[in-house]
């Protein structure tokens, strides 16, 4: 059974940083490919950011170009979200997911999903 589990949510003023984590279990992190989404309050859950399997190769939604950074380290079955520069906007719930089929980075199917934590951006 895989597991993920995030970490490292927060309240943080507008222009501050964090760093989400998502440990992986059950399975080496080396088989998926990574993903973080969120989802706002009354709002759909978005694509945020993506990191291959192997290669490390990143993609990025338009609006965390810049300030958001994804990362993993296949040693610690951890992936990584640097979230820079932050802005009310990007409060939320943020969610990491595993992609046990290497999809293309435009899709948002995953196979497995951690429970969240949540970001709160203040003004």
């Known amino acids: 059974q895989v597991q993920l589990v995030e970490s490292g949510g927060g309240l943080v003023q507008a222009g501050g940083s964090l760093r989400l984590s998502c440990s992986v279990s059950?399975?080496?992190?080396?088989?998926?490919?990574m993903g973080w989404f969120r989802q706002a309050p009354g709002k759909e859950r978005e694509f945020v950011a993506a990191i291959s399997r192997s290669f490390g190769s990143t993609y990025y939604t338009n609006s965390v170009k810049g300030r958001f950074t994804i990362s993993r380290d296949n040693a610690k079955n951890t992936v990584y979200l640097q979230m820079n520069s932050l802005q009310p906007e990007d409060t939320a719930v943020y969610y990491c997911a595993a992609d046990a089929r290497s999809r293309a980075f435009e899709s948002s199917m995953y196979d497995y999903w951690g429970q969240g934590t949540q970001v709160t951006v203040s003004s």
């Open positions: 059950g399975r080496p992190l080396s088989t998926y490919k």
